[in-house]
């Protein structure tokens, strides 16, 4: 048996295609949507995921603006320059890319965004509404996921989702979107004791743990669904995910592959999250047929 692949590409076309209607909408009645990200240094990687993002958002439309400040820059003048584009009215999304310098407080310059610009969904405010219920900005990557899932018409509700991280980027927030979507589950990481016991439970199983391959297909169970969150970088160059893929597509009914599979709806939630945050404030509420495909 060989896994159904579940294409990233894709469905992230499929949804983009919807955004870009929506953004047509919204310039036909004065407002472009406005994306401005922060990248501070110069990490190589983050300047690539940067440099994606922005033309995402001009592929369909979007105003994107990328602000590189130097590694150096000050606490102050880092919440300040965020302070600036929360009184900009062209933007409407708000993003400082992450990681930041040492000696920058993550958190801090997270909660100097204005809530209703944090399309990346980190602000307690945002994260709260998350465990509530009703967040507008659910963070990218978790809710790639369940639109991937939902694409695929894969049920949740019932299933026994496993989610082997708990950083507050992935692993936390996938949890509550889960929960939602009622589905009992399980948070592993990296001090549970024997990891498989809990992945080979688990029908829908979230790797996001950041070690290359270290989910193989024994630790699966047969029909499992897999969705593969891990990006790491082998030393011959080429991208891994955190499953295994070759034993895993042996055992899975269904599995991201990596690159190809999540990483392209990180972006596609991002451009979601900004047009939602410009239809917000021009006073335009999607129908709920979009809603749903947001
Ligand atoms: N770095 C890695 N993933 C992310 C993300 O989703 N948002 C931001 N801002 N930085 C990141």
């Known amino acids: 048996m060989s896994a159904k692949l579940i294409d990233g590409k894709k469905i992230s076309e499929f949804f983009r295609a919807e955004y870009k209607l929506r953004v047509d909408r919204l310039v036909a009645n004065g407002t472009r949507p406005g994306l401005a990200v922060i990248i501070v240094g110069s990490d190589p990687a983050s300047q690539v995921y940067v440099r994606n993002k922005a033309r ?10 990328v602000h590189a400040l130097p590694g150096e820059i000050s606490q102050s003048g880092l919440t300040a320059f ?3 584009l929360n009184a900009n009215a062209a933007i409407h ?10 000696h920058i407080d993550d958190r801090a310059v997270i909660e100097a965004i204005a809530p209703g610009k944090d399309v990346d969904g980190f602000h307690y405010a945002n994260m709260g509404a998350l465990v509530i219920d009703e967040s507008r900005f659910p963070p990218c990557t978790p809710y790639g996921v369940m639109k991937m899932l939902e694409y695929e018409g894969i ?13 507050n980027i ?3 927030p996938q949890a509550m979107l889960m929960l939602k979507a009622g589905a009992t589950v399980t948070v592993c ?3 549970t004791r024997d990891l498989a016991r809990f992945t080979r439970d688990a029908d829908i199983l979230v790797a996001a743990v950041g070690k290359a391959r270290m ?25 891994a995910g955190d499953v295994d893929f070759e034993s895993a597509v042996k ?5 991201t592959p990596v690159p190809g599979g999540v990483g392209p709806m990180t972006i596609t939630m991002l451009l979601g999250n900004t047009l939602r945050a410009a239809e917000h404030v021009a006073g335009i509420v999607a129908s709920k047929k979009e809603t749903m495909l947001a």
């Open 251 to 255: 055992v899975a009914s269904a599995i």
């Open 82 to 84: 965020v302070d600036s």
């Open 189 to 191: 990481h990296s001090k």
């Open 56 to 65: 995402a958002c001009e592929a369909i439309g979007m105003h994107s603006e």
């Open 170 to 172: 992935v692993g936390k």
């Open 215 to 239: 989910i193989g297909g024994d630790m699966i169970k047969p029909g499992a669904v897999v969705i593969d969150v891990g990006i790491n970088r082998l030393a011959d160059g080429k991208l």
């Open 93 to 102: 999304g708000i993003l400082v890319q992450l990681p930041l310098p040492e």
């Open 155 to 167: 049920d949740i509700e019932g299933k026994h989702v496993v989610i082997v991280g708990r950083s």
